[in-house]
Antibody
């Protein structure tokens, strides 16, 4: 069974760093892209970026380039989304999802709620 | 970057209604379009991929059509469990982009 399991909810202060994770199982982790999607409270879905764990090829939305870092460790089938200095405006639910060109965003993680507040 | 628009942004409909949601791309995206349903507090769920392919397990009242720049999601007979927000996603070129969403609620 394909599963993407994300790390738990986080409460952080502005300026702190954070790395959240997305662990894939039940499929060949290196054969699919993993994308990250942000959903701010009461808002729509925003495409942040995507990584191919097979060779770490990474693409970002211009809106998120330089604001976050996407990485992956294929040895443990896990993708990451990290911030070096959080802002209150980073408060959101973050989803990871599996992607292939002819099979886009078919499986999603359960989401990680990040709350940034002083 | 490719911009995605959806219309309407919100709609009220009754059980049994035929519902059509339109997604437009700012440039051609072939059929690299997917549709998702999201209910409050839940994870988005894929309904349609490749513009018109029905996701396994999704009721046949859902259908998708279109190619190039204009796409539609149709619900042939709206059911109570279909009240949700619907998003399109283009994955033809980076950065991928979601449409702003269409909220379907009860009339």
């Amino acid at each position: 069974e394909v599963q993407l399991v994300q790390s738990g909810a986080e409460v952080k202060k502005p300026g702190e760093s954070l790395k959240i994770s997305c662990k894939g199982s039940g499929y060949s982790f290196t054969s699919y892209w993993i994308g990250w999607v942000r959903q701010m409270p009461g808002k729509g879905l925003e495409w942040m970026g995507i990584i191919y764990p097979g060779d770490s090829d990474t693409r970002y939305s211009p809106s998120f380039q330089g604001q976050v870092t996407i990485s992956a460790d294929k040895s443990i089938s896990t993708a990451y989304l990290q911030w070096s200095s959080l802002k209150a405006s980073d408060t959101a639910m973050y989803y990871c999802a599996r992607h292939k060109t002819m099979d886009p965003y078919d499986y999603w993680g359960q989401g990680t709620l990040v709350t940034v507040s002083s | 970057d490719i911009q995605m628009t959806q219309s309407p942004s919100a709609m009220s409909a009754s059980v049994g209604d035929r519902v059509t949601i339109t997604c437009r791309a700012s440039q051609g995206i072939s059929n690299y379009l997917a549709w998702f349903q999201q209910k409050p507090g839940k994870v988005p769920k894929r309904l349609i991929y490749a513009a018109s392919s029905l996701q396994s397990g999704v009721p046949s009242r859902f259908s998708g059509s279109g190619s190039g720049t204009e796409f539609t999601l149709t619900i042939s007979s709206l059911q109570p469990e279909d009240f949700a927000t619907y998003y399109c996603l283009q994955h033809n070129s980076y950065p991928f982009t979601f449409g702003p969403g269409t909220k379907v609620d009860i009339k």
